[in-house]
């Protein structure tokens, strides 16, 4: 069964890195990835609904206007059950407090290690429902 990802960043290059490393895992049906360029696209998204079901969002913290932890605790507020994981370059531990307070289920440093995030992913994808 095919389950999205919803990716959160402004950075351009980022929509083509995740293609890349994912293609093999959109090929098979498994993923089916989502972009927003900002917290408030993501939001926009998030309300007209994402097909198939969404079982993660990963968001930058580091965006101009909402950043990522602001888009995180808005959320938070509107879908509880709906897990965030923060992606950031500056992995300081302020930011891990700040984002683990927030209800992020987890932080990744940017270069993202995409082994790791998919087995994070494998383990989101089996324990639905989430909603």
């Known amino acids: 069964m095919t389950v ?3 990716v959160v960043d402004d950075e351009p290059d980022v929509v083509e890195l995740f293609r890349q490393r994912f293609r093999r895992e959109e090929r098979g049906g498994d993923y089916t990835l989502h972009f927003a360029e900002s917290g408030g696209d ?4 998030l309300g007209e609904g994402i097909r198939p079901e969404l079982i993660l969002i990963l968001s930058d913290i580091n965006m101009p206007g909402m950043d990522g932890l602001q888009l995180l605790r808005e ?3 509107r879908w509880p059950h ?3 994981m923060m992606v950031t370059a500056y992995g300081d531990d302020e930011r891990k407090r700040q984002a683990a307070a927030a209800g992020a289920v987890d932080f990744l440093a940017k270069p993202v290690d995409f082994d790791y ?7 989101f994808s089996t324990s639905r429902p989430l909603a």
């Open 82 to 84: 709906l897990p965030v």
């Open 117 to 123: 995030l998919k087995q994070r992913l494998r383990s």
């Open 75 to 77: 959320i938070r507020r």
């Open 42 to 45: 993501a939001l926009r998204q």
């Open 4 to 6: 999205s990802i919803l």
